[in-house]
């Protein structure tokens, strides 16, 4: 059973910078998973951010940007806002029509 | 405005069945693969399964696999989720999304919430 892994939480100050990773218990993450980003706050359905590694999806500000670190997907916020602060979930497609959510992150903006 | 509704969701006894309806609105539901995705109270997100443009593929994540039957039609811009032999893990609002492209799912419904209790 494939794990796609998130850190469970973070913190980060008004207008600092926080980068989350998705990653695989097993394997590297690359683009060939095209990792996508979604960002949710509390009784919200989710709402796209990034899209095939670093395609920032309509209306979403530049502060929010994708990219591979390393062996993981990451997003990284830069200059973070108060609004902020939610669940984010990195979403990978395994191939032959399966695709596999992170556990999650839920990021604090304190 | 692209949307998408769902509905048919309500509290169901384990081992009952449940079919959940997902409208689309201001785009042709045809174009677009399309996909359910649940979330537990209170837990992450978790796909569940996906629908080519036409029908003609299908598949489902393996904790719903052989029990969920993902459909559409493509005439009434609907698609559904027969859910059979509900669990208690079950439990969740499902969302229906539309794929724009790979892993990315643009736009989703509010959710619809579906309860399996005795």
């Known amino acids: 059973q494939t794990v796609v892994t998130q850190e469970p939480s973070f913190s980060v100050s008004p207008g600092g910078t926080v980068t989350l990773t998705c990653g695989l218990r097993s394997g590297s993450v690359s683009t060939n998973y095209y990792p996508s980003w979604y960002q949710q706050t509390p009784g919200q359905a989710p709402r796209t951010l990034i899209y095939?590694?670093?395609s920032r999806s309509s209306g979403v500000p530049d502060r929010f940007s994708g990219s591979i670190l390393g062996n993981k997907a990451a997003l990284t916020i830069t200059g973070a806002q108060a609004d902020d602060e939610s669940d984010y979930y990195c979403?990978?497609?395994?191939?032959?029509?399966?695709?596999?959510f992170g556990s999650g992150t839920k990021v604090s903006v304190l | 405005q692209v949307q998408l509704v769902e509905s048919g969701g309500g509290v169901v006894q384990p081992g009952r069945s449940l079919r959940l309806s997902c409208a689309a609105s201001?785009?042709?539901?045809?174009?677009?693969?399309m996909h359910w995705v649940r979330q537990a109270p209170g837990k992450g997100l978790e796909w569940v399964a996906v629908?080519?443009?036409?029908?003609?593929?299908?598949y489902y994540a393996d904790s719903v696999k052989g029990r969920f039957t993902i459909s559409r039609d493509n005439s009434k811009n609907t698609l559904y989720l027969q859910m059979n032999s509900l669990r208690v893990e079950d439990t969740a609002v499902y969302y229906c999304?539309?794929?724009?492209?790979?892993?990315?799912?643009?736009?989703w419904g509010q959710g619809t919430l579906v309860t399996v209790s005795s």
């Open positions: 629908i080519s443009h036409d029908g003609s593929n299908k």
């Open positions: 979403v990978l497609y395994m191939g032959s029509g399966i695709y596999v």
């Open positions: 999304a539309r794929e724009t492209y790979l892993a990315w799912f643009d736009p």
């Open positions: 201001g785009f042709t539901l045809s174009s677009s693969p």
């Open positions: 095939n590694t670093n």
